[in-house]
């Protein structure tokens, strides 16, 4: 069955970074564009990064210059570098694939 983990979470202090992975199985990794989303407590779960097939990136306004999208096709993984991480970064972040698939969510705390 399709599976996607995301890793790489945590605590981080206000400028600091992380590297959010999440591993796909169970489809066509390469076939399907690749987003991550994140929702913040008491708020709408927000699109934050895409990378297409063809490796082709978009990023939400506030997180642009900071997070860099990419893929390995061949170890069926996105990645997201977060840098200059801010409190308002601070969220449970999901990767999601176009077939209509989700991870379970990871948290980051920018704090502190």
């Known amino acids: 069955q399709v599976q996607l983990v995301e890793s790489g979470g945590g605590l981080v202090q206000p400028g600091g970074s992380l590297r959010l992975s999440c591993a796909a199985s169970?489809?066509?990794?390469?076939?399907?564009?690749m987003d991550w989303y994140r929702q913040a407590p008491g708020k709408e779960r927000e699109l934050v990064a895409i990378?297409?097939?063809?490796?082709?990136?978009n990023y939400k306004d506030s997180v642009k210059g900071r997070f860099t999208i990419s893929r390995d096709n061949a170890k069926n993984t996105v990645y997201l570098q977060m840098n200059s991480l801010k409190p308002e970064d601070t969220a449970v972040y999901y990767c999601?694939?176009?077939?209509?698939?989700w991870g379970q969510g990871i948290q980051v705390t920018v704090s502190s």
């Open positions: 169970g489809f066509t990794f390469s076939s399907y564009a």
């Open positions: 999601y694939s176009r077939g209509g698939w």
């Open positions: 990378i297409s097939s063809d490796g082709i990136t």
